[in-house]
C-alpha cells in the first residue's frame, strides 16, 4: 500500500503530536495533528480523514469518546487507539472492539498499523 | 465501613501506592515516546542531509530543544516517583510537611490534569516540622483529594493550603462542589480511620459555595526543635 492516505494525530502530548506529524510528513504522508479532543471533533468536521489515531486517555474528551463519535458521523474514517497502558491487553481489559497501538511505538510500527487498519476496511 | 484490620490497611496501601506508581509510568511512557520520536526525527534529517538536503540549523535547535525539555521532564518524574517510593522507608519520622505534600501533588497533579481539573497549591513559608507518618499522610491527603475530583466538574479549581494553625499543622482542600462532596464523605470511613491511624483529625467545613477538607495533622514540633514526641 502507498503513503496516499491522510492521518489525523490526537494526543494531549504537544511535541509527540509535532513530531509524529513531522515525521509522517518526510515520508509523503499527509498528516495533522491537535492536542485536545475537542479540536480533534472540530477538524474532523472540517476535512476527511482517512485514519484518527487517538490517545486512549486525555482530558476532556478521551480516545474512546473520539471512537464513538467517528463511528457515528464519520464511518469512513478509521481510528487507533493508543494507550500507554505497558503490559496489559488493551482490548481483553476495555473490552472493547478496536485498533490498538502501545506506546512507545516506533514510526514504522504506526505507518504498518495504519496500512493494516486501511488494508482490512478495503477487504471487507 | 470499617477498617480495623492491619491487613486490609495495608491492601489499601498497596492500592494507593500502585495508583500513584502507574500514573507515573505512564507519565514516563509520555516522555520516553517523545524523545523516541524525536531522535527519530533527527535520524530522518541526518539520512536527509546525507542524501543532499539541506537542513536548517533552526530546525536543530527546534529539535534540540524538545529533547532538552522532556529529558528535564523525565528527570523530574524520576526524582518525583523515587522520593515517593522512599517515603515507606520510615513510618514513623521526622519530616517537613511542605515538602511531603509538594512531592505528593508532584505525583498526583495528573489525575487532576485528566479531569480538567486545576490545582491551585500555597505553601506555608515556615518550616512545618512533624514527627509522624509520612507516607500515611500523603495516603489521607491522595485520598481527600481524590473525592473531591471525583465529583469535580471540568475546570473546576481546587485549592489545596498547607498551613501551620495554632492548633498545629493543616492541610486545606477547597472543593467547589459541596453538596456532592459531602454526600460522598458523610458517612465515618476510611479517610476517618486513616486520620486516626495519624492520630490526627479530618473534618469537613462550607464556606459559601465551597466545601473544605480540613486535616489536622499531630506531631508537631516548635521551630528549631529535633526532638520526638514521647
Redesign the interface.
Known amino acids: 500500500m502507498k503513503n496516499d492516505f491522510k492521518v489525523l494525530i490526537v494526543d494531549d502530548e504537544e511535541e509527540l503530536v509535532l513530531t509524529l506529524v513531522e515525521r509522517l510528513e518526510f515520508r509523503g504522508i499527509l498528516a495533522k495533528g491537535v492536542t485536545k479532543g475537542e479540536d480533534a471533533l472540530a477538524r474532523l468536521k472540517e476535512e476527511d480523514f482517512d485514519v484518527v489515531v487517538v490517545d486512549l486517555k486525555m482530558p476532556g474528551i478521551d480516545g474512546l469518546e473520539i471512537k464513538s463519535v467517528v463511528e457515528r458521523e464519520h464511518p469512513t474514517t478509521e481510528v487507533v487507539l493508543v494507550t500507554g497502558q505497558g503490559a496489559h491487553d488493551p482490548e481483553q481489559d476495555l473490552d472493547i472492539d478496536a485498533h490498538f497501538l502501545m506506546k512507545p511505538f516506533s514510526l514504522g510500527a504506526l505507518v504498518e498499523k495504519i496500512k493494516e487498519v486501511l488494508e482490512e476496511k478495503e477487504s471487507e | 465501613m470499617k477498617h480495623d484490620s492491619e491487613e486490609f490497611s495495608q491492601v489499601d496501601e498497596s492500592a494507593f501506592f500502585g495508583r500513584v506508581a502507574?500514573s507515573m509510568?505512564?507519565e514516563l511512557?509520555?516522555v520516553?515516546?517523545?524523545i523516541?520520536?524525536?531522535c527519530?526525527?533527527l535520524e530522518?534529517l541526518v539520512a536527509?542531509s546525507e542524501s543532499g538536503q539541506p537542513v536548517s540549523i533552526e530546525r536543530l535547535k527546534g529539535i534540540h530543544g524538545?529533547l532538552s525539555?522532556?529529558t528535564s521532564r523525565g528527570i523530574e518524574i524520576i526524582q518525583n516517583l523515587n522520593r515517593f517510593a522512599h517515603s515507606v522507608d520510615e513510618r514513623s519520622v521526622q519530616f517537613e510537611v511542605n515538602s511531603v505534600i509538594e512531592n505528593l501533588i508532584s505525583v498526583a497533579r495528573r489525575f487532576a490534569?485528566?479531569?480538567?481539573v486545576h490545582l491551585q497549591v500555597s505553601y506555608s513559608p515556615d518550616q512545618i516540622l512533624v514527627f509522624n507518618d509520612p507516607f500515611r499522610l500523603q495516603q489521607l491527603v491522595f485520598l481527600a483529594l481524590d473525592r473531591a475530583l471525583e465529583v469535580a466538574n471540568?475546570d473546576d479549581v481546587m485549592r489545596i493550603t498547607v498551613q501551620r494553625e495554632a492548633s498545629g499543622p493543616v492541610v486545606k482542600i477547597v472543593a467547589p462542589r459541596p453538596a456532592a462532596l459531602r454526600e460522598k464523605t458523610s458517612q465515618p470511613d476510611f479517610l476517618q480511620a486513616l486520620a486516626e491511624k495519624l492520630r490526627s483529625t479530618i473534618s469537613f467545613r462550607q464556606e459559601g459555595s465551597s466545601e473544605s477538607i480540613l486535616l489536622k495533622i499531630s506531631g508537631a514540633q516548635p521551630l528549631g526543635s529535633s526532638d520526638s514526641p514521647n
Open positions: 502507574a509510568s505512564h511512557s509520555n520516553i515516546s517523545t523516541h520520536q524525536v527519530g526525527l530522518d536527509a524538545r525539555r522532556q490534569d485528566l479531569k480538567d471540568r
